[in-house]
């Protein structure tokens, strides 16, 4: 491990090189987020403000943390999920002076040590995936929230659990929920989760998709994006769900809907996308088919009931890497994949850098609003709060033109038509 104090620790500061190559390949891939660098480069908005973030290590992450940086920000890192870290891009960025503390395979212990670390001088922003660290800061460091202007959070399940906060008066700064942003949630969740689950999927078992019944839990953002993707592999697709409108939405997409406990009976390959514990358990398990690939790319490592299938189970081995086989008493395999962590992030490099373009571009704009209105002397409320719809379009704008698409503009009398109450049909 090379560690320097108050600087970083990482796996192997000799990853640095390769590290470097995949962040400019990301870069290549970021426009919208790159002309945000351009655009804030000179004037240097965040000079004098530190943001310490806890969100999985990937190349992405590493170009929106050097585009803050550019922008004038102080930054210190830790990993959100123990799996998700890409050692070569800790690397990389430890190189290039970030001040971050992440290697992939870090027990729970470490897991907070590096995100304490990220908080030895009070941070002015937090920036999160899951919430940790903002709990860390609310729970152990209530000196620090006269510091702290704001924060943003990246992730569904973190959301859930800051409007709860909020909603029982506990939260102490102000939150921008990225996650719920439209070019976020219905962009990154679904096409990023779908393609790379997927991918994750098939590095950790290079199985035929095509022909097998792929049971997806959850048919909200993720869910859908995954079942979408299957299906156009040629799976067929089985849904389960809670939400009885989801239910149906999947059933009028074509997704066949049924109970855990009746796909659990059928189900080639599995896959968790909901955000809540033991979706699959103990009683699960034992009905399974012979071989099953079991999932998640939900929240987490809790989706899964990991420690009932061990229960169930005679022996248990690593087959191939991010796959492990479990022998149950009934004498069927069963083959989870990343130990039940997110399987697109541990198994794969998570989301494509296209998608992660326009959510980090959310996460920039949420920073620089929070600084923005500090400086004005404007005193947001200590609330989760949405970012404006306005964004949104900006974002979906910019990421178009650097496609080479145009759109049309309304006329006028289109205008004119939308709004006049009048103007009859
Ligand atoms: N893997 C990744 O990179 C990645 C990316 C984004 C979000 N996430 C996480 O994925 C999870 C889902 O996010 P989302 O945006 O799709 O949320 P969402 O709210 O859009 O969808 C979740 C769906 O799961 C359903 N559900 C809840 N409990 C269930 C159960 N026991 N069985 C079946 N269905 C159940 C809900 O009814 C809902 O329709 C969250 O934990 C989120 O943080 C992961």
């Not at 049971?215 to 939400?243: D, F, L, P, Q, S």
Request: hydrophobic letters at 40%; glycine letters at 8%; a negative charge.
């Amino acid at each position: 491990m090379d560690h320097k104090e108050g600087q970083y620790k990482v796996r192997d500061l000799s990853l640095a090189e390769e590290g470097r190559k995949r962040i400019e390949w990301a870069e290549s891939r970021m426009p919208v987020l790159m002309q945000l660098r351009e655009e804030f480069a000179d004037e240097k908005p965040f000079e004098g403000y530190k943001i310490a973030g806890c969100l999985h290590v990937t190349k992405e992450t590493a170009v929106l943390i050097e585009t803050l940086r550019a922008c004038g920000a102080e930054v210190a890192w830790s990993g959100c999920n123990p799996l998700s870290t890409q050692d070569d891009i800790a690397a990389a960025l430890a190189n290039n002076g970030t001040e971050i503390y992440a290697w992939h395979g870090l027990d729970t212990e470490d897991f907070y040590w590096c995100i304490e670390r990220t908080i030895d001088t009070p941070p002015h922003l937090t920036l999160d995936d899951g919430a940790d660290l903002i709990f860390t800061v609310h729970s152990d460091h209530e000196d620090m929230m006269d510091h702290i202007i704001g924060g943003s959070e990246e992730t569904t399940t973190g959301v859930h659990r800051l409007r709860a906060m909020d909603n029982d008066g506990k939260l102490q700064y102000p939150v921008y929920a990225v996650n719920d942003a439209e070019t976020k949630w219905d962009f990154d969740n679904v096409y990023g989760t779908g393609q790379s689950t997927i991918d994750g999927i098939l590095r950790a078992t290079s199985t035929l998709i095509a022909g097998k019944n792929f049971v997806v839990a959850g048919y909200g953002h993720c869910g859908r994006g995954v079942a979408m993707r299957a299906k156009g592999m040629g799976a067929n697709v089985i849904i389960t769900e809670v939400k009885a409108t989801a239910a149906l939405k999947a059933t009028l997409e074509g997704m066949r809907v049924m109970t855990m406990e009746e796909a659990a009976k059928v189900g080639d390959i599995f896959v968790t996308a909901t955000g809540m514990k033991d979706v699959i358990r103990g009683e699960h398990f034992v009905t399974m088919k012979e071989g099953a690939i079991v999932c998640n790319t939900g929240h987490y490592d809790v989706e899964l009931n990991l420690k009932e299938l061990a229960e169930l189970s005679t022996d248990a081995r690593m087959i191939r890497t991010d796959n492990r086989e479990y022998t149950l008493e009934n004498g069927k395999k069963i083959y989870v994949l990343a130990d039940g962590r997110l399987v697109n992030l541990a198994a794969a490099e998570g989301h494509p850098s296209e998608v992660m373009d326009m959510s980090f571009a959310n996460q920039f704009q949420a920073h620089l609003a929070l600084i923005q209105a500090h400086e004005a002397g404007d005193d947001l409320p200590n609330v989760v709060m949405d970012l404006p719809v306005e964004l949104d379009q900006e974002i979906a704008q910019v990421k178009l033109e650097t496609m080479g698409l145009r759109i049309d503009s309304l006329t006028d009398e289109q205008v004119t038509y939308a709004t006049d109450y009048s103007a009859g049909t």
